[in-house]
């Protein structure tokens, strides 16, 4: 069983580009979301999705795109890439009424030259 | 939204019993205790929930005081492969978004 798939899982990016992180859960769980994780520091909050069709803001939105056509696939877009992205990007996947119990991703490590 | 405080870092050895507490002050009533863990590279992994006294698993207990202020993650006879960085959350089962701290950096020696 595959649980959370993430896909590129190393990516190196110029300034000003523009790129898709794909996400994508055989668990069927309605809630997903993408996190952030920067060198020694937790995961901050960028986009969640309660359902298909529904998405919203975390803590860290700003130059993130998401959507949710599918339950399955949560993808993140990064509109026009900058520095400060430089990151290591998780998705997750949970039960709605369980979302303490999430399933993560195995990340993607993401340098924007 | 509960504040954790946890230890920045912890050092143990092989084969001994390693206690991390986390400190939540202002636990609401609906809130649960849940712990993670994140090996280096990968992604946080589920270990533990609970909302008061003691649970147990296969990999860890968690104990929880009556107040619920805070509580102790506990793991048994710990090996290098438990070098991990443990994180602490507390929130209620319905909220949408988990809120990760900065975590305890456990380093196992042999």
């Known amino acids: 069983n595959a649980g959370v798939t993430q896909t590129p899982k190393f990516q190196v990016l110029k300034t000003g580009q523009s790129m898709t992180l794909q996400c994508a859960q055989d668990m069927n769980h309605e809630y997903m979301s993408w996190y952030r994780q920067d060198p020694g520091m937790g995961l901050r909050l960028i986009h969640y999705s309660v359902g298909a069709g529904i998405t919203d803001q975390g803590e860290v939105p700003n130059g993130y795109n998401v959507s949710r056509s599918t339950t399955e696939d949560f993808p993140l877009r990064l509109l026009s890439a900058a520095p400060s992205q430089t990151s290591v990007y998780f998705c997750a996947s949970s039960d709605p009424g369980q979302l303490t119990e999430a399933f993560f991703g195995q990340g993607t490590r993401l340098t924007v030259v | ?110």
């Not at chain 2, 230890?7 to 991390?20: A, H, K, R, T």
């Not at chain 2, 636990?27 to 929930?49: K, V």
Request: net charge positive; aromatic share 10%.
């Open chain 2, 1 to 110: 939204l509960a504040k954790t405080t946890q230890p920045i870092s912890m050092d143990s050895y092989e084969g001994q019993e390693v206690n991390i507490t986390c400190s939540h002050n202002n636990i609401a009533t609906n809130d649960y205790i849940t712990w993670y863990q994140q090996f280096p590279s990968q992604g946080p992994r589920f270990i533990i929930q609970g909302y008061k006294t003691k649970v147990t698993n296969e990999v860890a207990s968690l104990f929880i005081p009556a107040d619920r202020k805070s509580s102790t993650l506990s793991l048994p006879r710990v090996s290098l492969s438990d070098t991990a960085v443990y994180y602490c959350l507390v929130g209620y089962t319905g909220r949408r978004a988990l809120t990760f701290g900065s975590g305890t950096r456990l380093q196992v020696q042999p």
